[in-house]
């Protein structure tokens, strides 16, 4: 699985997009001694990233469902990471429950994937008490967590900052201009050269509600709508789910309808919630959905997917490796 390459030393590194990905580089660079500087096209508040829509679920053994085994390997090192160098992260688990009428899909689930434990109605009761009467059982995986996009994000550049780092917002880099190791963290944008991306829209709306609380993400197994309730803090929660392949902005009134319908079936009091916020973010994909570090005369990290959160640290741990060592993991490295 691992080779190696030709080492690069300890030369100055310039990271372009402070999302999720690039963050994550700048900070491991930064860390190990690097000269690094942070190029973001957005202002601080990121809201041109893909990052400021994500749901920030660090879930490895559930999105074993419909990822390959890379994902999960990938992801099981992330959460090390996300534990050293965040040891706030919340780890409460994830929960999976589904209604009587989708019991094969939900044990279809059960299959597919690993690292929970079943429990009864009042063992959903302990561990989630505002789901007490809603459903029979459900999958507890308790080695998996949640962040909250909107705030990691800016202790991840109050980090790399702290560590020597040099972010420039509101700065549209060009790769050709820039000094030392260039890595580009463009996301969509990078399809100037890797053609081949495809943008795949992720709806969410936040809803505020004191009428339910939630200490980790809850997924609702369903055949059409599929949904994760993810606890923000301050009463709001994240609904999200859809991953639809359509470039544009915007939610759509059948998703947010379906989302909202889905939230109601996990309790019924979401139907009194209020509506704080719709939005989507275009997350970028290769045609096999797995993420991708191409090295040429510069370093390319994309193709995250649905995973940008879950995969970020590891895929900068690998870059690290290589720029430090020549280190290649050939399962993730393309050297061109």
Same mark, same amino acid.
């Given at each position: 699985m691992y080779q190696k390459s030709d080492p690069r030393g300890d030369s100055p590194v310039s990271i372009i997009g402070a999302g999720i990905a690039g963050a994550w580089q700048a #900070?491991?660079f930064a860390q190990a001694g690097h000269a690094v500087t942070l190029y973001e096209r957005s202002d601080a508040d990121m809201t041109l990233s893909t990052s400021h829509w994500a749901?920030?679920?660090?879930?490895?053994?559930?999105?074993?469902?419909?990822?390959? %085994?890379?994902?999960? !390997?990938? /992801?099981?090192?992330? *959460?090390?990471?996300?534990?050293?160098?965040? %040891?706030?992260?919340?780890?409460?688990?994830?929960?999976?429950?589904?209604?009587?009428?989708?019991?094969?899909?939900?044990?279809?689930?059960? +299959?597919?994937?690993?690292?929970?434990?079943? #429990?009864?109605?009042? /063992?959903?009761?302990?561990?989630?008490?505002?789901?007490?009467?809603?459903?029979?059982?459900?999958?507890? =995986?308790a080695g998996e967590g949640h962040v909250e996009p909107r705030r990691v994000l800016p202790e991840l550049h109050a980090r790399i900052e702290a560590a020597g780092g040099i972010i420039?917002?509101?700065?549209?880099?060009?790769?050709?201009? #820039?000094?030392?190791?260039?890595?580009?963290?463009?996301?969509?944008?990078? !399809?100037?050269?890797?053609?081949?991306?495809?943008?795949? +829209?992720?709806?969410?709306?936040?809803?505020?509600?004191?009428?339910?609380?939630?200490?980790?993400?809850?997924?609702?197994? &369903? %055949?059409?709508?599929? #949904? =994760?309730?993810?606890? !923000?803090?301050?009463?709001?929660?994240?609904?999200?789910?859809?991953?639809?392949?359509?470039?544009?902005?915007?939610?759509?009134?059948?998703?947010?309808? $379906?989302? *909202?319908?889905?939230?109601?079936?996990?309790?019924?009091?979401?139907? $009194?919630?209020?509506?704080? $916020?719709?939005?989507?973010?275009?997350?970028?994909?290769?045609?096999?959905?797995? %993420? !991708?570090?191409?090295?040429? +005369? +510069?370093?390319?990290?994309?193709?995250?997917?649905? &995973?940008?959160?879950?995969?970020?640290?590891?895929?900068? $741990?690998?870059?690290?490796?290589?720029?430090?060592?020549?280190?290649?993991?050939?399962?993730?490295?393309?050297?061109?």
């Amino acid at each position: 699985m691992y080779q190696k390459s030709d080492p690069r030393g300890d030369s100055p590194v310039s990271i372009i997009g402070a999302g999720i990905a690039g963050a994550w580089q700048a #900070l491991l660079f930064a860390q190990a001694g690097h000269a690094v500087t942070l190029y973001e096209r957005s202002d601080a508040d990121m809201t041109l990233s893909t990052s400021h829509w994500a749901g920030g679920m660090l879930a490895p053994w559930c999105e074993a469902e419909t990822s390959e %085994p890379v994902i999960g !390997r990938l /992801g099981i090192r992330s *959460l090390d990471l996300w534990r050293e160098h965040f %040891p706030n992260t919340p780890f409460n688990g994830s929960l999976v429950v589904a209604h009587a009428r989708d019991r094969a899909d939900f044990e279809r689930f059960a +299959k597919l994937t690993t690292g929970h434990v079943r #429990l009864d109605a009042g /063992g959903l009761r302990d561990l989630e008490p505002s789901l007490d009467g809603r459903f029979r059982d459900g999958l507890f =995986y308790a080695g998996e967590g949640h962040v909250e996009p909107r705030r990691v994000l800016p202790e991840l550049h109050a980090r790399i900052e702290a560590a020597g780092g040099i972010i420039k917002f509101d700065c549209d880099a060009d790769a050709d201009d #820039l000094d030392g190791i260039v890595i580009d963290c463009r996301g969509l944008s990078a !399809r100037d050269e890797q053609p081949e991306l495809r943008g795949v +829209k992720g709806e969410m709306i936040i809803i505020e509600t004191s009428e339910v609380e939630l200490s980790r993400p809850v997924r609702l197994i &369903h %055949p059409r709508w599929p #949904l =994760y309730v993810i606890p !923000r803090g301050d009463n709001k929660f994240m609904l999200g789910a859809t991953s639809i392949e359509a470039e544009d902005t915007g939610v759509s009134v059948r998703s947010a309808l $379906e989302l *909202l319908g889905a939230a109601y079936a996990v309790h019924p009091a979401f139907a $009194e919630a209020r509506i704080v $916020e719709f939005g989507s973010g275009l997350r970028p994909a290769y045609p096999d959905n797995l %993420p !991708r570090i191409t090295v040429d +005369k +510069k370093i390319a990290v994309n193709g995250l997917y649905r &995973h940008g959160f879950l995969l970020a640290p590891a895929l900068a $741990e690998l870059t690290l490796g290589y720029v430090q060592r020549g280190a290649i993991d050939n399962e993730v490295m393309r050297c061109v």
